[in-house]
């Protein structure tokens, strides 16, 4: 039988094959019809969720190579992808913290690899050093050479948690995306909106048969979908 939501961790282990590392979680997504933001929200706290942290700004300048192979792997169903982006937090204003990820995807498992990034003075000169040859050696070190800057895009993302099971739950709204300059020279890219707000579960493997049961079984509202934003945000700037 499987453990209540409200109830001690699952301890029974569920692999996935060829990608049954400890880092590896089920990533889960959804879209939201307008109007139903409020809905999910409240849903999750009936299963005993709360607010992990506050809302933040999530940005992330995603990579493809020259025929955009990453677009298309999503665009025609293949199960085995992985999507290079650099990532930061917060607002363009400031001073910068981002970093390289590498995400590895099978089907609705995932992993993450995490590169640092040097840290600087603001978003402009992300954009440039995007293009460096310093950049260039940093996606050298994951094996990749003939990669450049094409998108980015950026959202407001709250945070959920159940307050016994290491389950988290994720919503970006206002996800908003702009294409990036061929030559580097953008320094203040144009944002449109792109889709819909996006919810997303993540937990780990063991956790498989708890949350089919107890959170998304015959009852959950919600349809899961094949969902991209890099995909997403190409199509809605006809790049």
Request: glycine share 6%.
């Amino acid at each position: 039988m499987a453990t209540s939501l409200a109830g001690p961790r699952c301890d029974r282990v569920s692999v996935e094959t060829q990608i049954a590392k400890s880092d590896a979680r089920y990533e889960r997504k959804y879209n939201l019809a307008e109007g139903r933001h409020q809905d999910f929200v409240n849903y999750l706290f009936s299963l005993e969720f709360s607010r992990q942290h506050p809302d933040r700004i999530v940005n992330s300048v995603y990579f493809d190579g020259h025929d955009r192979p990453a677009f298309w792997e999503k665009i025609e169903g293949v199960s085995d992808r992985t999507k290079y982006r650099v990532r930061w937090y917060g607002d363009d204003a400031g001073p910068i913290t981002a970093k390289l990820e590498v995400k590895k995807r099978r089907n609705e498992v995932g992993t993450k690899q995490n590169l640092p990034l040097p840290h600087l003075q603001n978003a402009p000169g992300l954009y440039r050093f995007l293009r460096t040859p310093d950049m260039a050696q940093i996606l050298e070190r994951v094996g990749q050479f003939n990669l450049r800057p094409i998108v980015q895009i950026k959202y407001s993302r709250e945070y959920f948690e159940h307050r016994s099971i290491d389950i988290r739950a994720t919503v970006d709204r206002h996800i908003m995306g702009a294409a990036l300059s061929a030559h580097g020279q953008q320094t203040r890219p144009h944002f449109r909106g792109v889709g819909a707000d996006v919810m997303e579960l993540k937990y780990g493997l063991d956790l498989d048969d708890t949350v089919r049961s107890n959170l998304i079984g015959s009852n959950f509202p919600f349809r899961l979908q094949k969902f991209s934003k890099y995909s997403m945000a190409c199509g809605a700037l006809q790049l």
